[in-house]
C-alpha cells in the first residue's frame, strides 16, 4: 500500500523568505507523485508532478520539487514567498497516475 | 490542462433527503472517475472508482447503498447521497482521467445536512 507523510500541519513564512514544504512517500512501486495546492472552499489545483523523468521538477507558481529516491522524499520548496502563496498544500503518491492517496496537507500561512 | 466541472459548488439540505452531485469532463473522455470526500481541516480520502459502464469500486468502510454512483457516459459520473444525515456533511471532490492520462480535478461540492 501506498502513503504519503507531510510533517507540519502547518508552515509559517514571512513574504519574501524560501517556502518548504515537506513530503515523505512510501510504496512498493516506482511512484508518481503530486503536489496539489487547495484554496478555501475550492478544488484542487496540480502545482507539478514527478513521473519518473528528472528529478527535479518545476511546476506553476515558481515551486519546484525534487525528488529523492535514497530519502523517499519529494519536498516542495518556492525561493520566495508571496501572499497569495496562502493556502493549503497536499502531497499526493500514486501507483497508476490517476488514483491518488493524499497526505494530511499543510497550511502555509505568510505573513508580511 | 483539462476541465472538469462540479455540479452544484455547494447545497444545503434538509436531513432525510437525498443529494445529487454530478462531475463532468467539459474536453476528454473520463474514462474513470474518482470520488473523495474532504472533512474540514482534513485531508481527501478516496470514497470510489468508477468506470464507464461499470459498477462503481468503493473503499473500505464507504456504504455503496448511501453513496451511489453512476458513470453511464464518458463525460459524466453522478454521486447521490441518500438519505442524508449531519454527518454526511462535507466537501465532496470528483477527479476524471482519460485513458492513461492523469486525474483533472473538479472544484468540490460543499454538502450541508440539516
Known amino acids: 500500500a501506498q502513503s504519503v507523510t507531510q510533517l507540519g500541519s502547518h508552515v509559517s513564512v514571512s513574504e519574501g523568505a524560501l517556502v518548504l514544504l515537506r513530503c515523505n512517500y512510501s510504496?512498493?512501486?516506482?511512484?508518481?507523485l503530486f503536489w496539489y495546492v487547495q484554496y478555501p472552499n475550492q478544488g484542487l489545483q496540480l502545482l507539478l508532478k514527478?513521473?519518473?523523468?528528472?528529478?527535479l521538477v518545476k511546476g506553476i507558481n515558481g515551486f519546484e520539487a525534487e525528488f529523492k529516491k535514497s530519502e523517499t522524499s519529494f519536498h516542495l520548496t518556492k525561493p520566495s514567498a508571496h501572499m497569495s502563496d496562502a493556502a493549503e498544500y497536499f502531497c499526493?503518491?500514486?501507483?497508476?497516475?490517476?488514483?491518488?492517496?493524499f497526505g494530511t496537507g499543510t497550511r502555509l500561512l505568510v505573513s508580511p | 490542462g483539462a476541465v472538469v466541472s462540479q455540479h452544484p459548488s455547494w447545497v444545503i439540505c434538509k436531513s432525510g433527503t437525498s443529494v445529487k452531485i454530478e462531475c463532468r469532463s467539459l474536453?476528454?473522455?473520463?474514462?474513470?472517475m474518482f470520488w473523495y470526500r474532504q472533512f474540514p481541516k482534513q485531508s481527501l480520502m478516496l470514497m470510489a472508482t468508477s468506470n464507464e459502464g461499470s459498477k462503481a469500486t468503493y473503499e473500505q468502510g464507504v456504504e455503496k447503498d448511501k453513496f451511489l454512483i453512476n458513470h453511464a457516459s464518458l463525460t459524466l459520473s453522478t454521486l447521490t447521497v441518500t438519505s442524508a444525515h449531519p454527518e454526511d456533511s462535507s466537501f465532496y471532490i470528483c477527479?476524471?482521467?482519460?485513458?492513461?492520462?492523469?486525474?483533472?480535478f473538479g472544484q468540490g461540492t460543499r454538502l450541508t445536512v440539516v
Open positions: 499526493a503518491v500514486s501507483e497508476g497516475f490517476q488514483k491518488l492517496v
Open positions: 474536453d476528454f473522455q473520463a474514462t474513470t
Open positions: 477527479s476524471a482521467a482519460g485513458q492513461g492520462t492523469e486525474a483533472f
Open positions: 514527478y513521473t519518473s523523468a528528472a528529478t
Open positions: 510504496s512498493s512501486v516506482p511512484p508518481y
